[in-house]
């Protein structure tokens, strides 16, 4: 729900292009609060939720609802931690691995793992 949330207000910083210092004005937090909340390293409190909502001028409905479906990785959570290039391209790495492995669990039917799963024969 907290990544719903996050993406929500993360959209609205965007399309009202303001930053996330201005949200962080607004509410009298510190920057690295509001970025924390964005990046799922802190909950946002339902006070928080009313008066972000009330920052953009939006119902707290719609701060919750999953408008659509989320192209989100947690992976990239953590690109902004890492400093050197090798960590960074360790982490695509890990992210395409994960796309990978999300495409064939989606797409693993009950005929297509019945038949991985039968012995082979020289028949």
């Known amino acids: 729900m907290n990544e719903v949330i996050a993406m929500n207000i993360s959209n ?21 609060t509001i970025s924390k909340m964005l990046n799922g390293a802190r909950m946002i409190s339902a006070p928080e939720l009313s008066k972000i909502a009330n920052y953009f001028s939006v119902s707290m409905d719609s701060l919750v609802q999953e408008k659509t479906q989320i192209a989100y990785s947690p992976i990239k ?11 960074k391209a360790a982490i695509e790495t890990a992210e395409k691995l994960m796309d990978l492995y999300s495409f064939h669990h989606k797409f693993q039917t009950k005929e297509y793992i019945d038949k991985c799963n039968q012995v082979w024969s020289d028949e």
């Open 12 to 32: 609205l910083l965007k399309s009202s292009r303001k930053k996330q210092q201005d949200l962080a004005d607004a509410l009298n937090m510190p920057k690295q």
């Open 77 to 87: 959570l953590f690109m902004g931690e890492v400093k050197s290039a090798g960590g």
